[in-house]
């Protein structure tokens, strides 16, 4: 059991580039979110998924998307980097019942730099 | 709207000492509460989480944490702590918007075990 996973650990962007972190769950849980890490500023929601073919924007979506075509997986995808993307990104995935969400998960992150 | 305040960003402390983190939510409804520990270059990790009964609730490597209704407040404590225990920590409410429950989290505590 592997937990939550995500790929790549540390990236390097050039201004205007796009990439996909890529993340995934075996805990065959069905909410998975994106979090974004900034220095002294706690963790904020990007996106949100309640299961597969379903997601949501969080706080701050704006430069992102996301798609969920299984339960395992959860992308995000960055189409234009700029600098105000760098920062560290955490996948996390939880088990909900009947809108009572239990404990977030969380993956060891993804450390992106945009210069 | 909730929100949640942790009153230190950094808290220093010997080995063997004991430590309060602070933790203040604002809230008008029932909330769930939770703390996370992140340490260095890793994602977070649950260490214990309040959902109802017993305002006091102990969770893992040896913390506690007491809910208290009235001054709204979710406080960490450890009684001993060890130069392990450096690392940030993250107060985090549950609130319930577009149907489930979303976590909001606090800007952290960075505690710093000396010896």
């Known amino acids: 059991n592997a937990g939550v996973t995500q790929t790549p650990k540390f990236r390097i962007l050039k201004i205007g580039q796009s990439m996909t972190l890529q993340c995934a769950q075996d805990?065959?849980?069905?909410?998975m979110y994106w979090y974004r890490q900034d220095p002294g500023m706690g963790l904020k929601l990007i996106y949100y998924?309640?299961?597969?073919?379903?997601?949501d924007k969080g706080e701050v979506p704006n430069g992102y998307n996301v798609s969920r075509s299984t339960t395992e997986d959860f992308p995000l995808r960055l189409e234009l980097a700029a600098p105000s993307q760098t920062s560290v990104y955490f996948c996390?995935?939880?088990?909900?019942?009947?809108?009572?969400?239990?404990?977030?998960?969380f993956g060891p992150g993804t450390r992106l730099t945009v210069l | 709207a909730q929100s949640v305040t942790q009153l230190d960003s950094q808290v220093p402390v010997f080995e063997e000492a004991p430590v309060e983190l602070r933790c203040n939510y604002s809230?008008?409804?029932?909330?769930?509460l939770f703390w996370y520990v992140q340490y260095p270059n890793q994602g977070l990790q649950l260490l214990l989480k309040?959902?109802?009964?017993?305002?006091l609730v102990k969770g893992i490597n040896g913390f506690e944490a007491e809910f208290n209704k009235s001054q709204t407040s979710f406080h960490l404590r450890k009684p001993s702590v060890h130069i392990s225990d450096t690392a940030e920590y993250f107060c985090?409410?549950?609130?319930?918007?577009?149907?489930?429950?979303?976590?909001?989290f606090g800007a952290g505590t960075r505690l710093a075990v000396h010896p």
């Open positions: 996390a995935s939880s088990y909900s019942l009947a809108g009572v969400t239990d404990t977030q998960y």
């Open positions: 309040y959902l109802s009964g017993s305002t």
């Open positions: 998924s309640v299961g597969a073919g379903i997601t």
């Open positions: 805990m065959n849980h069905n909410y």
């Open positions: 809230s008008s409804v029932s909330v769930y």
């Open positions: 985090a409410v549950s609130r319930f918007s577009g149907g489930y429950n979303k976590l909001i």
